[in-house]
Structures are given as C-alpha cells and as structure tokens.
T-cell receptor, first 113, second 114 residues
Framework: GESVGLHLPTLSVQEGDNSIINCAYSNSASDYFIWYKQESGKGPQFIIDIRSNMDKRQGQRVTVLLNKTVKHLSLQIAATQPGDSAVYFC????????????FGKGTLLTVNP | DSGVTQTPKHLITATGQRVTLRCSPRSGDLSVYWYQQSLDQGLQFLIQ???????AKGNILERFSAQQFPDLHSELNLSSLELGDSALYFCASSVAQQITNEQFFGPGTRLTVL
C-alpha cells in the first residue's frame, strides 16, 4: 500500500487491547474536532466528531475525549482489532461556521494478532 | 467504497506542465472539497465548492484552481507544476456545506511531477 507519511508517531498494541491515540491541537478558538482513519492506499474515513461544548462523545467501540484546558484530544478504541491498523488523524475547525479545518500529522496504529 | 470517484488514479508529468484532476461526488451530495496530502505537509484543505459556487478557501496556491459543474462533478486544475506539487490529491463530498456534515473521501489521485 501507499505510505501516507514518514516519521509518524506510532502505537503498537495487541489484538483485544484498548488503544489510546492522542492529539494536541493548536487553536484555543477551535470549536469542532474530528477524528479520521486512513488505511494504506485509501482516503481518510470519518470516525467520530465532537463539539467544543462537550468533553466526551462515544461511538461504536470509539470514544473521543476533549480537554480544552490543555488543548488535548484523544481517541480511545476498545478491543482493538487488526482491521483498526491505520493512520489516525485529528482535525480542528477554527473558522466557526466557516470551513477552516487543520489536520494533525497523524499516528500510525499497528495491531498485532 | 465511499461513493466518491476520482480520476485518474495515478498521474506522472513534468515540471511546468498543467494537469486536471476530476472528482464525482456521492449521489445527492452538493458540497465538494479538495485536499492535498504530502509527506512533509500532511493533509491540507485546498478549497470547497457548494452547488457550483466557491464556499471556502484553504491553502490553495494561485497556480491551482478548481470549479464545480452543474452536474456537481468538480475539477482541480494544477498549472506550472513544480516538484513540490507531487502529492496525493483527495476529493471529498458532503450533503451540505456546513463543517459538521460528514465528508466522504475518494480514493485519491497520486500526482508525480518529474
């Protein structure tokens, strides 16, 4: 598959473990955040989003936590599976109702069977 | 399969040339976004169109332009190409224009400038 980036932070976990991927965002005015998953050779895929008036949001096997005090976002994946292996990006919108989405560099998650 | 199609899948060209990348959004989606993904810059938003009109602009160079046609497909034109323009170019679509609408990404076009 195609590489989406070199020198990415990496996280290696065992199948069945929980994974936590972290992201530090830059703009304290950002009001909307998204996590994307990108598998090798494919485009990014939406996982979960959260608005700045929330601290936590849960999806299917995923939870996003937002700490505005330290401008930190995390993605928790429960019972990680080999199919979760991918690069995970966070993105922040600092444009309010206008579109001004800035992406992080990404974290490479590898799930070992 | 996201339902967004992009052509071509790969494109190899020389510096100074001009290329056109094409995107067909998911059926029913009115909004189209273009992104560039390179090894050093990561994923960057270039431009958004909604129902034929430019809606938002990101880090798009003046050498680049885009348009969305009445049938809602979009084209990204890259001219006076430089080596640094080599990257993956993604198109995404969403139902409406708000940032909170989920975007569906296409498979990308890999551009190599020699």
């Amino acid at each position: 598959g195609e590489s989406v980036g070199l020198h990415l932070p990496t996280l290696s976990v065992q199948e069945g473990d929980n994974s936590i991927i972290n992201c530090a965002y830059s703009n304290s005015a950002s009001d909307y955040f998204i996590w994307y998953k990108q598998e090798s050779g494919k485009g990014p895929q939406f996982i979960i989003d959260i608005r700045s008036n929330m601290d936590k949001r849960q999806g299917q096997r995923v939870t996003v936590l937002l700490n505005k005090t330290v401008k930190h976002l995390s993605l928790q994946i429960a019972a990680t599976q080999p199919g979760d292996s991918a690069v995970y990006f966070c993105a922040e919108n600092s444009g309010g109702s206008n579109y001004k989405l800035t992406f992080g560099k990404g974290t490479l998650l590898t799930v070992n069977p | 399969d996201s339902g967004v199609t992009q052509t071509p899948k790969h494109l190899i060209t020389a510096t100074g040339q001009r290329v056109t990348l094409r995107c067909s959004p998911r059926s029913g989606d009115l909004s189209v976004y273009w992104y560039q993904q390179s090894l050093d810059q990561g994923l960057q938003f270039l431009i958004q169109y909604y129902n034929g009109e430019e809606r938002a602009k990101g880090n798009i160079l003046e050498r680049f332009s885009a348009q969305q046609f009445p049938d809602l497909h979009s084209e990204l034109n890259l001219s006076s190409l430089e080596l640094g323009d080599s990257a993956l170019y993604f198109c995404a679509s969403s139902v409406a224009q708000q940032i909170t609408n989920e975007q569906f990404f296409g498979p990308g076009t890999r551009l190599t400038v020699l």
